[in-house]
């Protein structure tokens, strides 16, 4: 059973940094991604970063286009965390941010929502202007 739970969300400025975490439990062995996603209200979820773990070539991230350079995926294997450093963040960022993971598949599109099995239940990140 995957299980999946964010935290380090909160309030802040404009400009600001958050880091937050995501604690799994599930994936014992083998190759799988794991990502982080976004979803304002009355918007659609929205992929922010994922890594794909496990591989022979080492993890490799994916970024979306909007937080290259200022957004780091990185992931603590033995503490099974997944961490999203988020920094000069924009008051359009604000959203509650999901962890989610997936083991591997071929032909794996990292950044779409329904291609992923597991969820937390999110964490709130709003940047007041």
């Known amino acids: ?10 309030s802040v400025q404009a400009g600001g940094s958050l880091r937050l975490s995501c604690a799994s439990s599930g994936f014992t062995s083998g190759a799988y991604y794991m990502a982080w ?9 929205e992929g922010v970063a994922a890594i794909f773990i496990g591989g022979a070539g080492g993890a490799k991230t994916y970024y979306a286009d909007s937080v290259k ?11 099974k965390t997944l961490w ?5 963040l924009k008051p359009e960022e604000t959203a509650m941010y999901y962890c989610a993971a997936v083991r591997w598949r071929p032909s794996f599109t990292p950044l779409i929502p329904n291609q992923y099995d597991y ?4 964490t709130q990140v709003t940047v007041s202007s």
């Open 119 to 122: 969820w937390g239940q999110g």
């Open 84 to 88: 999203l450093q988020m920094n000069s």
């Open 69 to 79: 350079g200022r957004f780091t995926i990185s992931q603590d294997n033995a503490k």
């Open 1 to 10: 059973q995957v299980q999946l739970v964010e935290s380090g969300g909160g």
């Open 37 to 45: 996603f976004r979803q304002a209200p009355g918007k659609e979820r």
